[in-house]
T-cell receptor, first 115, second 113 residues
Framework: AQSVTQPDIHITVSEGASLELRCNYS??????LFWYVQSPGQGLQLLLK??????LVQGIKGFEAEFKRSQSSFNLRKPSVHWSDAAEYFC?????????????FGKGTKLSVIP | ETGVTQSPTHLIKTRGQQVTLRCSSQ?????VSWYQQALGQGPQFIFQ???????GRGNFPPRFSGLQFPNYSSELNVNALELDDSALYLC????????????FGPGTRLTVT
Protein backbone atom coordinates (compact mmCIF):
# COMPACT_ATOMS: atom_id res chain seq x y z
CA ALA A 1 0.00 0.00 0.00
CA GLN A 2 1.10 3.52 -0.68
CA SER A 3 2.12 5.94 2.07
CA VAL A 4 3.40 9.49 2.48
CA THR A 5 5.71 10.87 5.13
CA GLN A 6 6.10 14.54 5.87
CA PRO A 7 8.92 14.63 8.44
CA ASP A 8 8.38 18.20 9.59
CA ILE A 9 5.26 18.85 11.64
CA HIS A 10 5.85 22.59 11.99
CA ILE A 11 8.24 24.98 10.23
CA THR A 12 8.74 28.67 10.93
CA VAL A 13 10.44 30.96 8.40
CA SER A 14 10.92 34.69 8.10
CA GLU A 15 9.10 36.55 5.38
CA GLY A 16 11.31 36.76 2.31
CA ALA A 17 13.29 33.66 3.23
CA SER A 18 13.34 30.55 1.09
CA LEU A 19 11.25 27.50 1.93
CA GLU A 20 11.53 23.77 1.44
CA LEU A 21 8.95 21.31 2.71
CA ARG A 22 9.90 17.67 2.63
CA CYS A 23 7.81 14.78 1.37
CA ASN A 24 8.73 11.12 1.00
CA TYR A 25 6.43 8.57 -0.53
CA SER A 26 6.17 4.82 -0.80
CA UNK A 27 4.55 3.35 -3.88
CA UNK A 28 5.42 0.42 -6.09
CA UNK A 29 4.89 2.06 -9.46
CA UNK A 30 5.44 5.48 -10.96
CA UNK A 31 3.45 7.75 -8.70
CA UNK A 32 1.16 10.62 -9.32
CA LEU A 33 2.19 13.23 -6.74
CA PHE A 34 0.43 16.32 -5.47
CA TRP A 35 0.89 19.19 -3.07
CA TYR A 36 -2.16 20.82 -1.51
CA VAL A 37 -2.44 23.84 0.81
CA GLN A 38 -5.07 24.29 3.49
CA SER A 39 -5.81 27.55 5.28
CA PRO A 40 -7.42 27.31 8.74
CA GLY A 41 -10.96 25.97 8.55
CA GLN A 42 -10.82 25.67 4.77
CA GLY A 43 -10.70 22.94 2.18
CA LEU A 44 -7.64 21.92 0.20
CA GLN A 45 -6.29 23.89 -2.75
CA LEU A 46 -4.14 22.14 -5.34
CA LEU A 47 -0.72 23.80 -5.62
CA LEU A 48 0.92 21.53 -8.18
CA LYS A 49 1.08 18.00 -9.52
CA UNK A 50 3.53 15.55 -11.05
CA UNK A 51 2.48 12.86 -13.50
CA UNK A 52 5.43 12.27 -15.78
CA UNK A 53 8.08 14.05 -17.76
CA UNK A 54 10.04 16.97 -16.36
CA UNK A 55 10.87 16.25 -12.74
CA LEU A 56 10.72 19.93 -11.76
CA VAL A 57 7.13 21.11 -11.78
CA GLN A 58 5.80 24.61 -11.37
CA GLY A 59 2.64 25.44 -9.50
CA ILE A 60 0.55 28.35 -8.42
CA LYS A 61 1.62 31.11 -6.03
CA GLY A 62 5.28 30.75 -7.02
CA PHE A 63 5.71 27.21 -5.67
CA GLU A 64 7.69 24.46 -7.36
CA ALA A 65 8.47 20.86 -6.52
CA GLU A 66 11.08 18.38 -7.64
CA PHE A 67 10.44 14.67 -8.10
CA LYS A 68 13.44 12.50 -7.23
CA ARG A 69 12.72 8.86 -7.93
CA SER A 70 15.98 7.63 -6.39
CA GLN A 71 15.08 9.28 -3.10
CA SER A 72 11.31 8.70 -3.30
CA SER A 73 10.89 12.38 -2.59
CA PHE A 74 8.77 15.24 -3.85
CA ASN A 75 9.89 18.32 -1.94
CA LEU A 76 8.06 21.62 -2.23
CA ARG A 77 10.03 24.85 -2.57
CA LYS A 78 9.50 28.58 -2.78
CA PRO A 79 12.32 31.11 -3.23
CA SER A 80 10.75 33.89 -1.13
CA VAL A 81 7.94 33.31 1.34
CA HIS A 82 5.12 35.80 1.82
CA TRP A 83 3.12 36.20 5.03
CA SER A 84 0.06 34.92 3.17
CA ASP A 85 1.78 31.55 2.67
CA ALA A 86 1.19 30.68 6.32
CA ALA A 87 -1.00 27.58 6.17
CA GLU A 88 -0.81 23.79 6.35
CA TYR A 89 0.69 21.92 3.43
CA PHE A 90 -0.14 18.36 2.48
CA CYS A 91 1.72 16.05 0.15
CA UNK A 92 -0.31 13.26 -1.47
CA UNK A 93 0.32 10.26 -3.67
CA UNK A 94 -2.33 9.07 -6.06
CA UNK A 95 -2.85 5.37 -6.63
CA UNK A 96 -5.46 3.02 -7.93
CA UNK A 97 -7.06 0.98 -5.19
CA UNK A 98 -9.85 -1.54 -5.57
CA UNK A 99 -11.74 0.02 -8.45
CA UNK A 100 -11.02 3.63 -7.71
CA UNK A 101 -8.27 6.16 -7.89
CA UNK A 102 -7.61 7.63 -4.46
CA UNK A 103 -5.25 10.03 -2.77
CA UNK A 104 -3.17 9.09 0.25
CA PHE A 105 -2.05 12.10 2.25
CA GLY A 106 0.76 12.81 4.65
CA LYS A 107 -0.01 14.29 8.04
CA GLY A 108 0.87 17.76 6.88
CA THR A 109 3.41 20.47 7.67
CA LYS A 110 2.22 23.64 9.31
CA LEU A 111 4.05 26.72 8.03
CA SER A 112 4.32 29.84 10.18
CA VAL A 113 5.77 33.05 8.71
CA ILE A 114 7.48 35.67 10.87
CA PRO A 115 7.06 39.25 9.57
CA GLU B 1 -16.74 27.35 -13.90
CA THR B 2 -18.37 26.44 -10.58
CA GLY B 3 -16.16 24.89 -7.94
CA VAL B 4 -17.00 22.17 -5.44
CA THR B 5 -19.56 23.19 -2.85
CA GLN B 6 -20.56 21.46 0.37
CA SER B 7 -23.38 21.86 2.86
CA PRO B 8 -23.83 22.43 5.67
CA THR B 9 -20.70 24.26 6.82
CA HIS B 10 -20.98 23.14 10.42
CA LEU B 11 -23.06 20.50 12.15
CA ILE B 12 -23.45 19.33 15.74
CA LYS B 13 -24.94 15.91 16.40
CA THR B 14 -25.36 13.60 19.36
CA ARG B 15 -23.79 10.17 19.61
CA GLY B 16 -26.04 7.54 18.03
CA GLN B 17 -27.72 9.95 15.61
CA GLN B 18 -27.50 9.89 11.84
CA VAL B 19 -26.17 12.66 9.59
CA THR B 20 -26.24 13.49 5.88
CA LEU B 21 -23.65 15.73 4.23
CA ARG B 22 -24.00 17.08 0.72
CA CYS B 23 -21.62 17.91 -2.10
CA SER B 24 -21.97 19.44 -5.55
CA SER B 25 -19.12 18.59 -7.87
CA GLN B 26 -17.24 20.96 -10.12
CA UNK B 27 -18.84 21.35 -13.52
CA UNK B 28 -17.59 18.75 -15.98
CA UNK B 29 -16.45 16.33 -13.28
CA UNK B 30 -18.11 12.91 -13.08
CA UNK B 31 -16.43 11.41 -10.01
CA VAL B 32 -16.83 12.32 -6.36
CA SER B 33 -14.60 11.22 -3.49
CA TRP B 34 -15.14 11.74 0.22
CA TYR B 35 -12.41 12.17 2.80
CA GLN B 36 -12.38 12.45 6.59
CA GLN B 37 -9.87 14.80 8.19
CA ALA B 38 -9.49 14.45 11.94
CA LEU B 39 -7.92 17.30 13.86
CA GLY B 40 -4.19 17.51 13.21
CA GLN B 41 -4.25 14.77 10.57
CA GLY B 42 -4.21 14.52 6.82
CA PRO B 43 -7.40 13.59 4.98
CA GLN B 44 -8.27 9.89 4.83
CA PHE B 45 -10.12 8.36 1.89
CA ILE B 46 -13.63 7.15 2.72
CA PHE B 47 -15.02 6.17 -0.71
CA GLN B 48 -15.51 7.26 -4.29
CA UNK B 49 -18.56 7.37 -6.53
CA UNK B 50 -18.71 7.13 -10.30
CA UNK B 51 -21.80 6.57 -12.43
CA UNK B 52 -23.91 6.59 -9.28
CA UNK B 53 -22.11 3.57 -7.84
CA UNK B 54 -19.44 3.18 -5.18
CA UNK B 55 -16.26 2.14 -6.96
CA GLY B 56 -13.76 2.11 -4.12
CA ARG B 57 -13.70 2.36 -0.33
CA GLY B 58 -11.08 3.06 2.28
CA ASN B 59 -10.89 1.56 5.74
CA PHE B 60 -14.26 2.80 6.99
CA PRO B 61 -17.14 0.73 8.38
CA PRO B 62 -20.45 0.17 6.52
CA ARG B 63 -22.22 2.78 8.65
CA PHE B 64 -20.51 5.24 6.31
CA SER B 65 -22.49 5.17 3.08
CA GLY B 66 -23.10 7.44 0.15
CA LEU B 67 -25.04 8.27 -2.95
CA GLN B 68 -24.28 9.92 -6.23
CA PHE B 69 -27.03 11.51 -8.31
CA PRO B 70 -27.38 11.84 -12.11
CA ASN B 71 -26.09 15.43 -11.92
CA TYR B 72 -22.93 14.03 -10.20
CA SER B 73 -23.75 15.60 -6.83
CA SER B 74 -23.28 13.33 -3.85
CA GLU B 75 -24.27 12.63 -0.27
CA LEU B 76 -22.34 11.11 2.59
CA ASN B 77 -24.43 9.41 5.26
CA VAL B 78 -23.13 8.32 8.62
CA ASN B 79 -25.29 6.20 10.91
CA ALA B 80 -24.91 5.53 14.63
CA LEU B 81 -22.55 8.45 15.12
CA GLU B 82 -19.59 7.97 17.43
CA LEU B 83 -17.50 10.60 19.18
CA ASP B 84 -14.53 9.70 16.92
CA ASP B 85 -16.58 10.69 13.88
CA SER B 86 -15.99 14.33 14.81
CA ALA B 87 -13.93 15.67 11.93
CA LEU B 88 -13.85 17.82 8.81
CA TYR B 89 -15.47 15.95 5.94
CA LEU B 90 -14.14 16.89 2.54
CA CYS B 91 -15.65 16.20 -0.82
CA UNK B 92 -13.49 16.18 -3.94
CA UNK B 93 -14.51 15.99 -7.56
CA UNK B 94 -12.49 14.79 -10.52
CA UNK B 95 -12.64 13.07 -13.86
CA UNK B 96 -12.61 9.28 -13.75
CA UNK B 97 -9.51 9.03 -15.89
CA UNK B 98 -6.10 10.70 -15.98
CA UNK B 99 -4.83 13.12 -14.84
CA UNK B 100 -6.78 12.14 -11.68
CA UNK B 101 -6.30 15.45 -9.90
CA UNK B 102 -9.00 16.08 -7.36
CA UNK B 103 -10.53 19.42 -6.48
CA PHE B 104 -11.81 19.88 -2.96
CA GLY B 105 -14.73 21.70 -1.45
CA PRO B 106 -14.51 23.77 1.74
CA GLY B 107 -15.63 20.87 3.91
CA THR B 108 -18.28 20.23 6.55
CA ARG B 109 -17.17 20.39 10.19
CA LEU B 110 -19.04 17.67 12.11
CA THR B 111 -19.00 17.66 15.90
CA VAL B 112 -20.43 14.67 17.75
CA THR B 113 -21.22 15.17 21.44
Amino acid sequence: AQSVTQPDIHITVSEGASLELRCNYSYGATPYLFWYVQSPGQGLQLLLKYFSGDTLVQGIKGFEAEFKRSQSSFNLRKPSVHWSDAAEYFCAVGARGAGSYQLTFGKGTKLSVIP
Amino acid sequence: ETGVTQSPTHLIKTRGQQVTLRCSSQSGHNTVSWYQQALGQGPQFIFQYYREEENGRGNFPPRFSGLQFPNYSSELNVNALELDDSALYLCASSLVGPPYEQYFGPGTRLTVT
